[in-house]
């Protein structure tokens, strides 16, 4: 039992590059969000997923995308990446019926 | 609108000294509180919660205070130790947000020998 996994660790981007962050869970959750952590503000919602197949934005989701075509995994994409999007993610995951939320290793990116 | 402010933004404990942390939310309908711990490099763990039915819940050193009335709640840490060094942040979700969390902006607490 893994519980929540992200890839990659780490990654450097160049402004205007793209790239896709992996979530994965093994924990048969429902429920799946994107965080970003930034210095002094916290985590803060970029996505989060209810179940297989629906998305929804969180409190700052502009510049990302996201999807979940497998219950077990949810994607977050940066399609044109800017020095604004330097951050650490966490993906999380809980349970259909409680709150208990599990946070992945976090992935940390830097755009240059 | 930050819809959680937590304080302090940083704490230095002795050990075997209690660490105190607070939090204030807003809205009213969230129904769960979570208190979370993160070392460096690591991500957040979940370290206790409380529902907004009880006042207060105890999980061995840790301790949650809760006041609905004043829509505050505060993490105490007995006996303080080194190893509780770490970043933590206090948490509110539920109600009518769609199961969506919103976070403190982060307690460092810093333990000393």
């Known amino acids: 039992n893994a519980g929540v996994t992200q890839t990659p660790k780490f990654r450097v981007l160049k402004t205007g590059q793209s790239m896709t962050l992996l979530c994965a869970q093994d924990?048969?959750?429902?429920?799946m969000y994107w965080y970003r952590q930034d210095p002094g503000m916290g985590l803060r919602l970029i996505h989060y997923s209810v179940g297989e197949g629906t998305t929804a934005k969180g409190e700052v989701p502009d510049g990302y995308n996201v999807s979940r075509l497998k219950k077990q995994n949810f994607l977050l994409g940066l399609e044109s990446a800017a020095p604004s999007q330097t951050s650490v993610y966490f993906c999380a995951s809980t349970r259909t019926g409680t709150y208990e939320q599990y946070f992945g290793p976090g992935t940390r990116l830097t755009v240059t | 609108q930050q819809q959680v402010k937590q304080s302090p933004q940083s704490l230095i404990v002795q050990k075997g000294g209690i660490s105190i942390i607070n939090c204030a939310y807003e809205?009213?309908?969230?129904?769960?509180f979570p208190w979370y711990q993160q070392f460096p490099g690591k991500g957040p763990a979940l370290l206790i919660a409380?529902?907004?039915?009880?006042s207060e819940k105890k999980e061995g050193r840790f301790t949650i205070s809760f006041n609905k009335s004043a829509k505050q709640f505060s993490l105490h840490i007995m006996d303080s130790q080194p190893g509780d060094s770490a970043t933590y942040f206090c948490a509110a979700a539920g109600g009518g947000t769609g199961n969506q969390f919103y976070f403190g902006t982060g307690t460092s607490l810093t333990v000393i020998p």
């Open positions: 409380i529902r907004p039915d009880v």
């Open positions: 924990m048969n959750h429902e429920y």
């Open positions: 809205n009213t309908a969230f129904d769960y």
